[in-house]
């Protein structure tokens, strides 16, 4: 028969094999599981990637189109198959914006807001002894 610290120190020893493998069992489902994780992410990166390079090529496609429908030709053949009755405009009614349009109109709605002068300034300072 076995002394009760042989027996004791295997009990211990099984204990601490169990331990162990559980332990290293959990930390490969987490490898495992991570890598899973970064497998479906470079799939959806890979997805958002080609969704944005269709989105650039429909977008240059739609910009080339609109282009191509802005020219003076176009528009006065268009008027012509519309039947729309318009003249061509003269030189002396086209006017050109040289600057950013859309800065342009945001200073001429701020103007309209806050009138043509500047608003002023006051400040209260309080000074205490």
């Avoid at 490898?31 to 969704?51: D, F, G, P, S």
């Avoid at 269709?54 to 519309?82: C, N, Y």
Wanted: hydrophobic share 45%; glycine share 6%; proline share 3%.
């Amino acid at each position: 028969m076995k002394s009760p610290a042989a027996t004791a120190f295997l009990h211990q020893f099984v204990v601490y094999v169990v331990l162990t493998t559980v332990i290293a069992g959990s930390l490969a489902l987490c490898i495992v599981w991570q890598r899973h994780e970064n497998a479906r992410l470079a799939n959806a990166n890979r997805t958002a990637k080609a969704r944005l390079a269709d989105l650039d090529r429909r977008i240059t496609q739609s910009v080339s189109l609109v282009e191509g429908e802005k020219s003076s030709d176009v528009l006065q053949r268009r008027a012509r198959e519309w039947q729309l009755g318009l003249a061509a405009a003269s030189g002396a009614q086209v006017q050109r914006v040289l600057e950013d349009p859309m800065r342009r109109l945001a200073r001429r709605r701020g103007r309209e807001l806050l009138g043509e002068s500047p608003a002023p300034l006051t400040l209260t300072v309080a000074l205490g002894n």
